[in-house]
């Protein structure tokens, strides 16, 4: 599906669409809650947390060199976004309806299909630049 995306671009389109959705969730968070089964203040936080991600995305993204440092920072995250959605599910914490359940588990998908994507993509570039492994990507 990314293949023929650039890291830079993979960055660019995680940032995009964390973006658009922190603003759906905390615009739309009240006609959600009903939807989903989950609380407003809950989903409204999520939205809150992912604008500044957005912003951490576009500034790597868009820098010259993108620095192995920061990629393995982003993917961290994402994994870490993985864990946290998947233990939201069994710690009771909140309890969500079936389409809350499935919409946990679509994100939490989207979100592993960027953070594979961004290794595939720094494996592949790591034989070029091994000879300075603490460098950046030139793209």
């Not at 299909?113 to 494996?123: E, G, H």
């Amino acid at each position: 599906m990314f293949d023929r995306l650039s890291l830079r671009s993979i960055l660019l389109v995680d940032g995009i669409v964390s973006g658009a959705m922190g603003l759906l969730l905390i615009a739309s968070a009240s006609v959600l809650d009903s939807v989903f089964d989950l609380p407003v203040a809950f989903l409204r936080g999520l939205g809150v947390v992912l604008l500044p991600w957005f912003a951490l995305l576009a500034v790597v993204a868009t820098r010259t060199v993108i620095r192995r440092t920061a990629v393995r920072f982003v993917i961290a995250v994402n994994l870490g976004w993985v864990a946290a959605s998947i233990l939201l599910l069994f710690t009771g914490w909140v309890e969500p309806n079936a389409l809350g359940i499935a919409f946990i588990i679509v994100q939490a998908m989207a979100v592993v299909v960027f953070a594979l994507a961004q290794i595939a993509k720094q494996v592949e570039a790591a034989p070029a630049s091994s000879a300075q492994p603490n460098r950046g990507f030139q793209v």
